[in-house]
């Protein structure tokens, strides 16, 4: 826990290793965590991974602090 703290705060970088893990556990959050780029809801709201489901969720219910994902990344082929 620590060490995602630190990578959190900037004292430690992410290693190879730890964008491998990610991309294995939440391939759908991949793109964001690497270099920000698009999160897309409906892929959060079909992953196999509860914790994507979970943000979705957040997403749904308004739940989610703006600073954590500007709108301009968040793509759902729902919303009009």
Do not use: H, Q
């Not at 991309?23 to 793109?31: A, I």
């Amino acid at each position: 826990m620590s060490k995602l703290k630190n990578i959190e705060y900037k004292r430690n970088r992410v290693t190879e290793e730890i964008y491998e893990k990610i991309g294995e556990n939440f391939p759908e959050l991949l793109k964001w965590f690497v270099y920000e780029g698009p999160v897309d809801l409906p892929e959060l709201r079909n992953s196999d991974s509860k914790y994507c489901k979970f943000i979705a969720a957040r997403f749904d219910a308004g739940l989610v602090p703006e600073e954590y994902f500007p709108e301009d990344l968040i793509r759902d082929n729902d919303l009009k």
